[in-house]
């Protein structure tokens, strides 16, 4: 549901409003609040949280739409402000979007005009919210960001947004590249670097393919973390992909070259996931803890070159779309009792 502030001092608007989105309203797409000025305004932010879009007069007593969009600027946020107001003229129009507003519509007003109006900026705010998840969940600050994200990201409410946890229903593996080690103790520095980097590339585009989300590099081996729709059936997409993808490389380096292999451990269940980090060091990693993860490490621990190994609960979910053979019991690290092993084989 996507939280509107109409801001206007007319108060027939406020029934205009409900009257033109009663169908949006009815079925939950649009949560309208109203503001008969700034003032008003700015104490609903200060009691609402979320709210997306704002759309605001220009001419208010007490406080005008102007200096609202100044005050606006002083609390950085993701939300975004559409300008709705009589007061077409150029001068308005260009301190307004000077001041930080997103789009303007003028009076009367066109209500097929604004509902595109609305959606545009609700698709802008979206936009705006999956950068900063994929910052959040990825660690990884592109190179192009919106400026609003920038200054989200020096508030207080990022920095509190960041200790969000939650338990989720996710596949977790952990991809290592086999007998890497002997290259990194017998190889200069840039070779060993270059062709680790070469190799986490090829497995990062199918892990990427299936929306997998690249938790962490640990020494040259993976952690990826599946979420959504079937995501235990992605993640082994993702896992086969890898395999016939690493096969293939034949990178020479000097006089030699390494094929790689790659042995891989999958769990799937459900998980704590949080920022993970120390306050001291300010240093925090966006991952997933627990003992489905714990297991698929351990499981990739077991596996040989060339080998998925999945659970019994794991198998079971997916034996109708895979074709897997079962290994045996395992005596796993923490395990209490051995746990029963397959290999995912097509």
């Known amino acids: 549901m996507t939280k509107i502030l109409v801001v ?85 129009i260009r301190t307004a979007m000077n001041r930080g507003a997103f789009d303007f519509v003028c009076k009367p007003i066109n209500f097929d005009d604004l509902s595109l109006t609305i959606q545009k900026t609700i698709s802008h705010v979206n936009e705006l919210k999956k950068t900063m998840q994929a910052i959040k969940e990825n660690n990884i600050l592109r190179m192009y960001v919106d400026e609003t994200v920038i200054k989200f990201m020096e508030t207080r409410e990022f ?32 070779t060993v670097v270059h062709l680790l980097n070469e190799y986490f590339d090829i497995i990062v585009k199918e892990i990427i393919k299936q929306n997998g989300i690249i938790d962490k590099f640990i020494g040259d081996a993976i952690m990826a973390v599946f ?18 993808a690493v096969a293939k490389i034949n990178l020479p380096f000097g006089k030699k070259s390494f094929i790689p292999e790659i042995s891989i451990g999958v769990n799937s ?40 190994y999945i659970t019994e609960e794991s198998n079971e979910k997916i ?26 084989l097509e």
């Open 159 to 190: 920095e509190e947004s960041l200790q969000d946890n939650e338990m989720m229903e996710a596949t977790v593996a952990f991809i290592d590249i086999c007998d890497f080690t002997s290259i990194s103790e017998s190889e200069p520095a840039d």
């Open 8 to 92: 206007d001092d007319e108060q027939d608007l406020e029934h205009l409003i409900k009257q033109k989105f009663r169908k949006e309203i009815r079925e939950q797409v649009y949560d309208f609040s109203f503001a008969l000025n700034g003032k008003h305004a700015l104490q609903v932010l200060h009691d609402e949280k979320n709210i997306d879009v704002i759309l605001s007069d220009i001419n208010m007593p007490e406080m005008d739409g102007l200096t609202l969009l100044l005050k606006l600027n002083e609390q950085p946020s993701l939300t975004k402000t559409v300008m709705v107001s009589a007061y077409g003229d150029m001068d308005n």
């Open 227 to 244: 979420k959504g729709d079937f995501h235990l059936d992605r993640c082994l997409d993702a896992c086969l992909a890898i395999k016939h």
């Open 269 to 308: 269940g459900t998980m704590v996931s949080g920022n993970i980090g120390c306050k001291t060091l300010k240093r925090f990693d966006y991952t997933v803890i627990g003992d489905v993860v714990n297991v698929a490490a351990r499981l990739q621990g077991v596996a040989g070159k060339g080998q998925i």
């Open 319 to 344: 034996k109708e779309s895979f074709k897997c053979n079962f290994i045996g019991e395992m005596d796993l690290k923490n395990k209490k009792h051995p746990v029963k092993v397959y290999e995912v």
